[in-house]
């Protein structure tokens, strides 16, 4: 046994039995159906039944998966950044959070292609009550988030995933993915959770704060969709923190955001690397001594990174200029391009609705407004 059992993905002895396990599932029958429609059933069972590893599961199957999603619901997947990577080192790419689903798969997707190392990604264990789910994230290579625990659970779940983390990059030179904060972004303003640096920082031990982050190699990832097919599924829980009201979840409500997720439309999709942090680790190793600052300083410096490589699209233009009744970027798109994003508008809300409206708005502005701020002499 070991002590991450309760968190970790499969090693690559237990993946054949795990396969095995769900083949007949009509979960995994319909994932299979979907992305391989013109092969036999028989056959694709017969090649599960030989898959024996992690990368296998994930090359001959998942990929394949995840490049039907991007061919029938997307107009196609750009990236930028990544050729300063070193294709045999291991990396922790924090990055901003848009989809349930996605936003790991894509980046695998990228790694995978261009022959870098894939990543190990946080889920929060809520996702994957369904023990199909769980099966398959484990196939996926993620590791779990433990959510709803007491304050005393929570420290001890953070201080296991810490060492896990640490783990994976320094002595199985695995790479990580994990969100910049906990829960997708809902209204468009990235921003890291200081609570996220201080999970990590639990494996720091005697090593300081600068040169425990250093030995991560963290790499700010900024991912951008033209269009969020979960838009407005994400207004009533920004309308309830808007009328500070609390928000209770329906009971399929995560599974059917990650449907929506994968199938729904999302145009043109942007993923940035940034560069590794390294160097500003050093200017805070030396100018800043308070450790609550030294994480300040670390955030800042993942946000800067994930706002000024973040792709902006027409449909953040549009947004900003009908939510500011002006038309300062429109330059930045087309009179048809502006009919179809209104027309997206009258047919997901109430547009007479104010607060609806200008909440949805806000949600595609926000990262023009964040850019804006970031870097005022490019606007």
């Known amino acids: ?42 056959i694709l069972s017969e090649k599960l039944k030989n898959t024996h590893s ?12 995840i490049r039907k999603i991007l061919e029938t619901s997307s107009q196609g997947l750009t990236t930028s950044g990544f050729d300063k990577l070193d294709k045999n080192t291991s990396y922790l790419f924090v990055s901003n959070h848009r ?11 990228v790694l995978l292609d261009k ?19 769980h099966i398959l994230a484990k196939l996926n290579r993620n590791f779990l988030v433990q959510r709803g625990l007491s ?35 809902k209204d468009g303003k990235d921003a890291t959770q200081q609570g996220v640096l201080k999970m990590l920082a639990m494996a720091s031990g005697n090593a300081s704060l600068p040169e425990f982050f250093k030995n991560l190699r963290i790499v700010p990832l900024s991912i951008s969709y033209e269009y969020d097919p979960t838009d407005v599924l994400k207004m009533p829980q920004l309308l309830a923190k808007q009328n500070d009201e609390v928000y209770v979840k329906s009971k399929d409500e995560d599974f059917n955001t990650m449907m929506s997720g994968v199938l729904g439309q999302k145009k043109r999709i942007h993923l940035h690397a940034g560069n590794i942090i390294n160097e500003e680790l050093n200017d805070i190793a030396v100018n800043l001594d308070n450790k609550n600052k030294q994480l300040q300083a670390i955030a800042q410096i ?24 002006t038309e300062q ?14 027309r997206r508008l009258e047919m997901r809300i109430n547009i007479d609705d104010e607060t609806l ?5 806000s949600m595609y502005a926000n990262p023009v407004v964040s850019k804006m701020k970031l870097l005022p002499e490019s606007f």
């Open 1 to 42: 046994m070991s002590k991450f059992d309760e968190i970790r993905s499969f090693h690559d002895c237990e993946v054949n039995e795990a396969v095995q396990s769900i083949i007949r599932h009509p979960m995994m029958k319909a994932l299979m159906n979907f992305t391989f429609p013109d092969i036999d059933e028989k």
């Open 54 to 65: 992690v990368y296998d599961f994930q090359k001959n199957f998942i990929s394949h998966t």
């Open 99 to 109: 989809d349930i689903v996605l936003d790991t798969s894509l980046l695998n997707l």
């Open 115 to 133: 022959g870098y190392i894939m990543t190990s990604s946080a889920i929060g264990d809520n996702l994957v009550h369904q023990n199909f789910l």
């Open 151 to 185: 304050l005393r659970e929570k420290l001890k779940s953070s201080q296991l995933m810490s060492e896990y983390i640490f783990q994976l990059l320094t002595c199985e030179n695995r790479s990580v993915w994990i969100a910049q904060r906990e829960g997708r972004t």
């Open 302 to 325: 993942i946000d800067d990174s994930v706002i000024d490589n973040y792709k902006l699209w027409p449909t953040n233009y549009i947004a900003y200029d009908l939510l500011n009744k």
């Open 329 to 342: 970027f429109s330059e930045k798109y087309t009179d048809k391009e502006k009919q179809i994003f209104e």
């Open 357 to 361: 409206r200008n909440g949805f708005l």
